[in-house]
């Protein structure tokens, strides 16, 4: 099962910027489906983010153009870059892996089974 730590949160004022970072241990290089989801007090968790191994990415509509995921194998680490935050992208961000991604398979948020613990995320307007 992939082991998964956040960090990188963290309060910052209305258009600045946050990068999060998620170690990640125990993931094959060659297939993997990850991504960040966030979840605000009272609000249901939602998909933020998603990349895999064969290179596609996908963003919540009220992201795109503003965050960008990334991976770096090296590292074992995936990245979420935040910029324009708004107050309203103050939650709880998590960090996730479908632990059954096949290459060439579907890397969609509902498939993913392994879970970090979080990092909260605060923008102040």
């Known amino acids: 099962q992939v082991q998964l730590t956040e960090s990188g949160g963290g309060s910052v004022q209305a258009g600045g910027s946050l990068r999060l970072s998620c170690a990640a241990r125990g993931y094959t290089r060659s297939r993997y489906c990850m991504g960040w989801f966030r979840q605000a007090p009272g609000k249901a968790r939602e998909g933020v983010a998603r990349?895999?191994?064969?290179?596609?990415?996908s963003y919540a509509d009220s992201v795109k153009g503003r965050f960008t995921i990334s991976e770096d194998s090296a590292e074992d680490t995936l990245y979420l870059q935040m910029n324009s935050l708004k107050p309203e992208d103050s939650a709880m961000y998590y960090c996730a892996a479908d632990d059954f991604f096949v290459s060439g398979g579907d890397c969609e948020f509902y498939g993913m089974d392994s879970w970090g613990k979080g990092t909260l995320v605060t923008i102040s307007s």
């Open positions: 990349i895999d191994s064969d290179g596609g990415t």
